[in-house]
């Protein structure tokens, strides 16, 4: 007997992808399988969804975007499936809206199991309403620092005008796309010292980026490598 509840899971690899989908099909449950967040968006406002299983390092938007926008609009519940293991990365995933956040590599009976428990205790499904269509960030543009006026841009084209400080922040970040900037780093080349006030004032200045950017409602890319640095976890362009 089929299980009840249709299931998406949005995974850029695609191999593990095909598995995922072919195991959990095998399972009894009606799986969608995609591979970026565009393709995401499409489905769930074509039909509805029970449980949503989502990774994070997608190509086009993190998946704890996906996750605050599924959690704020629909009822699915949520599955976080990923390879970040730190409690930082966890606990992120938890404040973005995942009931259940797993590990990879996971054992397909502990997903299959984790997809249960959450269809048991599930409303029934929905298409987020017309206002939710309004998406949180257009997945195909990417943000912008234009460095001649220390602004840094929305994927929608909102403007954060930047400090001195913010925009050397920004800077550093995304001048190694993708990549952790060690704390001791940021702390040399911003000018602070390594020591407990200097911490302090790197973790003010991150804390009012991060601020500026999440008032134009959008979650803030710059995420935290637990006892290591931070990264810029989006497309930009530096202009």
Do not use: C
């Not at 995974?11 to 009894?28: H, R």
């Not at 909102?158 to 995304?174: A, H, N, R, W, Y």
């Amino acid at each position: 007997m089929l299980n009840t509840g249709e299931i998406i899971i949005v995974e850029d690899d695609k191999p593990l992808l095909n598995t995922v989908v072919k195991y959990l099909t095998l399972e009894g449950y009606h799986v969608t399988g995609v591979g970026t967040a565009h393709e995401f968006y499409q489905h769930i406002f074509a039909r509805p969804y029970a449980v949503a299983i989502l990774d994070v390092g997608l190509p086009d938007q993190s998946g704890l975007v996906l996750a605050e926008y599924v959690r704020k609009n629909t009822e699915m519940r949520i599955i976080m499936f990923t390879a970040r293991a730190t409690i930082d990365d966890q606990l992120a995933g938890h404040q973005a809206g995942a009931d259940i956040y797993l590990v990879k590599p996971v054992d397909f009976r502990q997903l299959s199991a984790s997809i249960a428990t959450l269809l048991s205790r599930l409303a029934p499904p929905s298409i987020p309403s017309l206002l939710a269509r309004e998406m949180p960030q257009p997945l195909s543009s990417p943000w912008r620092l234009i460095r001649s006026q220390w602004i840094l841009q929305t994927p929608m084209g909102d403007s954060i005008k930047l400090t001195g400080k913010e925009f050397d922040f920004i800077t550093l970040l995304v001048i190694n796309p993708q990549s952790v900037v060690a704390r001791p780093e940021l702390l040399s080349r911003l000018g602070y010292f390594n020591n407990e006030s200097g911490n302090h004032s790197l973790q003010s200045l991150i804390n009012r980026l991060r601020n500026k950017i999440e008032a134009y409602k959008f979650s803030s890319p710059i995420q935290t490598s637990h006892a290591v640095g931070y990264i810029f976890l989006a497309d930009i362009i530096v202009d």
